[in-house]
């Protein structure tokens, strides 16, 4: 199993500014995804990051808005830009194990007042 | 695109007790994954079951065990002897085979409450 933590566990922002949120993994995979979770919804996927192209990103979700890096093979971020109060949600990042499961970090509880 | 559908907002069960979480899917594909993901209010999420769709035998996990009808696309949770730590909210989920790299699609959960 890979062991995943995120950073920051939470914040409060004010409106118009950007968070980035650090997520790294204990081994090194190739894949990476980012997921919101809306208060009291379901995952909705954003992107998957690949180390060394371009984060593939879900209709619905942008680059401009969800700038993400992957600089390696244990590390991703996500920033979240522009934040308004419909932004507020938990992200969380996860990775695919050999079993087709996917392991999640402890997710980002982000509130934008 | 593969919809989940969980169509029990919420349940509930008594300690010792059984009960069962429904799922259901859409999808053109034969071969896939499903999977039950549980979130207590750690907001981790922990992987409860999983189940290939190759497989005819369904998937148990000590006093967890799933219901895979694959002709009618459903995919049911059994809880059994039910414990105060079981309540949480309960997605199910769905991946596509065989690209290793496809993301979860995740219902909209079930959130259970086990009473004393």
């Known amino acids: 199993s890979a062991v995943i933590s995120q950073k920051p566990s939470r914040d409060i922002c004010q409106r118009g500014t950007s968070l980035t949120i650090q997520c790294q993994v204990d081994?090194?995979?190739?894949?990476m995804f980012w997921y919101r979770q809306q208060p009291g919804q379901s995952l909705t996927l954003i992107a998957t990051a690949n180390q060394g192209s371009e984060a593939t990103y879900e209709s619905g979700f942008v680059i401009d808005k969800f700038p993400i890096s992957r600089p390696n093979l244990t590390f991703s971020t996500l920033t979240v830009s522009n934040m308004s109060p419909e932004d507020s949600s938990i992200y969380l990042c996860?990775?695919?194990?050999?079993?087709?499961?996917?392991?999640f970090g402890p997710g980002t509880r982000l509130t934008v007042l | 695109a593969q919809t989940v559908t969980q169509s029990q907002p919420e349940m509930s069960v008594q300690e010792a007790e059984t009960v069962t979480l429904s799922c259901t899917y859409d999808?053109?594909?034969?071969?896939?994954?499903l999977f039950w993901y549980k979130q207590p209010p750690s907001r981790q999420m922990i992987l409860v079951i999983r189940q290939e769709a190759y497989k005819q035998q369904n998937a148990t996990e000590n006093r967890f065990s799933v219901n895979f009808q694959k002709a009618a696309k459903s995919f049911s949770l059994k809880i059994s002897d039910s414990q105060l730590g079981d309540a949480a909210m309960y997605f199910c989920a769905y991946r596509s085979n065989p690209n290793s790299g496809y993301a979860l699609n995740f219902g909209k959960g079930t959130s259970l409450l086990v009473t004393p």
């Open positions: 999808t053109s594909e034969s071969d896939y994954y």
């Open positions: 996860s990775v695919p194990s050999d079993r087709r499961q996917q392991f």
């Open positions: 081994s090194q995979v190739t894949m």
